[in-house]
T-cell receptor, first 115, second 109 residues
Framework: NAGVTQTPKFRVLKTGQSMTLLCAQDMNHEYMYWYRQDPGMGLRLIHYSVGEGTTAKGEVPDGYNVSRLKKQNFLLGLESAAPSQTSVYFC??????????????FGEGSRLTVL | GQNIDQPTEMTATEGAIVQINCTYQTSGFNGLFWYQQHAGEAPTFLSYNVLDGLEEKGRFSSFLSRSKGYSYLLLKELQMKDSASYLCAASDSNYQLIWGAGTKLIIKP
């Protein structure tokens, strides 16, 4: 019962470097999300996807790109990392409950530090 | 604008009852979620309310008043393992979740 798996769990980058976070879910969920969590703030939505081949911007999309080429995978890319992107990143997925997304299932998180 | 307010931190005693409040302002409303997050871990789903009233699930209950933009999470018979952050999130008219900053609950023996 893997659920939602994120890789890597930890990463240290230098300013200007690029990297990709991978999220994989084995629950056949339609919706997938990337959030960032910073101290003293609520979870903030970066990008999300309502199905294979679709992506949409969330609340804080600048500096990030995403792709959902396969239903089970949702990739988050940082093209040129900045110290402001130091955060804990959570991937989540959800089913459709009627017309609406249901509860979220989260991955374990990826802690990214940009120096 | 859209906003969620919940207390930053609360302290309670093992075996007692604690109520964590959440007020929300959203453009449209499609329900209120509560999640639990232990330190260093991922949030996990606790409850969902879309109609007014109380939903009970074991030691945890969640209440919603749509007219007041208010919800609370009630935890009974507190255990040390309930020490965690509790996140309130409201679903807006586009089914986007607006998250509170979380309430850190500290349980003392």
């Amino acid at each position: 019962n893997a659920g939602v798996t994120q890789t890597p769990k930890f990463r240290v980058l230098k300013t200007g470097q690029s990297m990709t976070l991978l999220c994989a879910q084995d629950m056949n969920h339609e919706y997938m999300y990337w959030y960032r969590q910073d101290p003293g703030m609520g979870l903030r939505l970066i990008h999300y996807s309502v199905g294979e081949g679709t992506t949409a911007k969330g609340e804080v999309p600048d500096g990030y790109n995403v792709s959902r080429l396969k239903k089970q995978n949702f990739l988050l890319g940082l093209e040129s990392a900045a110290p402001s992107q130091t955060s804990v990143y959570f991937c989540a997925s959800s089913i459709l409950a009627g017309d609406a997304p249901g509860e979220l299932f989260f991955g374990e998180g990826s802690r990214l530090t940009v120096l | 604008g859209q906003n969620i307010d919940q207390p930053t931190e609360m302290t309670a005693t093992e075996g007692a009852i604690v109520q964590i409040n959440c007020t929300y302002q959203t453009s449209g409303f499609n329900g209120l979620f509560w999640y639990q997050q232990h330190a260093g871990e991922a949030p996990t789903f606790l409850s969902y309310n879309v109609l007014d009233g109380l939903e009970e699930k074991g030691r945890f209950s969640s209440f919603l008043s749509r007219s007041k933009g208010y919800s609370y999470l009630l935890l009974k018979e507190l255990q040390m393992k309930d020490s965690a952050s509790y996140l309130c999130a409201a679903s807006d008219s586009n089914y986007q979740l607006i998250w509170g900053a979380g309430t850190k609950l500290i349980i003392k023996p």
